[in-house]
């Protein structure tokens, strides 16, 4: 029996078009800003590294909010992260970031224009048929109204796939601050200030990428209604309502 997503949650024709061009190498997405006549091209898909999932249960929020922050320094409760409603196979997935160039110049200077047009998470090789918005445990379809674009936010501009069922411990080195400053992490550093922290005993990992201000999770679903791909967007039309 093939997949009928909810209507409420389905990506528009545009949002659609977007997140299928963002994995292209060569597809255009759009153009440059104040300059029509030059695009923005998609330069290329990279594998920035792979997460262990061992609970198939994903976290995709901001690594920590500021107001987390002062709670855990004066160990007073912090709220719970953004926890996706579905479900995944427990696994190991690669994490991918599309590129795009849209070159300009800025008071007589160059610029390439080199930005994130999107991080996914494989989860599968099965091609997609329709994308929805990825709901957190507390979101709730029915409240949703015409417009609403459920996301979540980030005051660093910083976004991560995570084990939820290990939350606590990956979170950890995001929360240590002195005289409101942090210290160095004892985090893997990766490409592209994007960070990685792993979890020995639970075997389990968080990693981070760039997010401005947040971000829209999407859902890229089979033909048997499986999740092939978990797609995070900044920028991006919106969902149909």
């Not at 719970?80 to 579905?86: D, G, K, T």
């Not at 047009?117 to 918005?133: F, H, K, N, Y």
Request: with cysteine; charged share 20%.
């Amino acid at each position: 029996m093939e997949w009928v997503g909810d209507p409420r949650l389905a990506a528009g024709p545009e949002a659609a078009g977007y997140l299928e061009a963002a994995f292209t190498p060569g597809a255009q997405l759009g153009t440059v800003y104040d300059d029509p006549t030059t695009p923005v091209v998609v330069t290329g898909i990279e594998e920035l590294t792979t997460i262990r999932v061992p609970s198939g249960r994903l976290v995709v929020d901001a690594p920590w909010h500021d107001d987390e922050v002062y709670n855990y320094q004066r160990g007073l409760p912090t709220p719970p992260p953004r926890e996706l409603a579905v479900k995944i196979p427990p696994g190991v997935y690669p994490v991918e970031i599309a590129w795009t160039a849209g070159p300009y110049e800025f008071m007589g200077e160059h610029c390439d224009g080199i930005e994130c047009a999107a991080t996914r998470l494989c989860i599968s090789d099965e091609p997609v048929v329709g994308w929805e918005m990825g709901l957190g445990v507390e979101d709730d379809t029915d409240r949703l109204q015409p417009g609403d674009k459920p996301r979540f936010y980030s005051d660093a501009n910083v976004g991560c796939f995570a084990d939820a069922g290990a939350w606590t411990a990956l979170a950890a080195p995001f929360r240590t601050f002195t005289d409101g400053v942090p210290p160095p992490r004892n985090t893997e550093q990766l490409a592209n200030g994007c960070e990685r922290v792993r979890d020995a005993s639970q075997h389990a990992d968080l990693v981070t990428f760039g997010a401005e201000s947040g971000g829209i999770v999407w859902l890229g679903r089979t033909k048997t209604g499986d999740i092939a791909a978990i797609v995070v967007t900044s920028g991006l039309p919106g969902a149909k309502a």
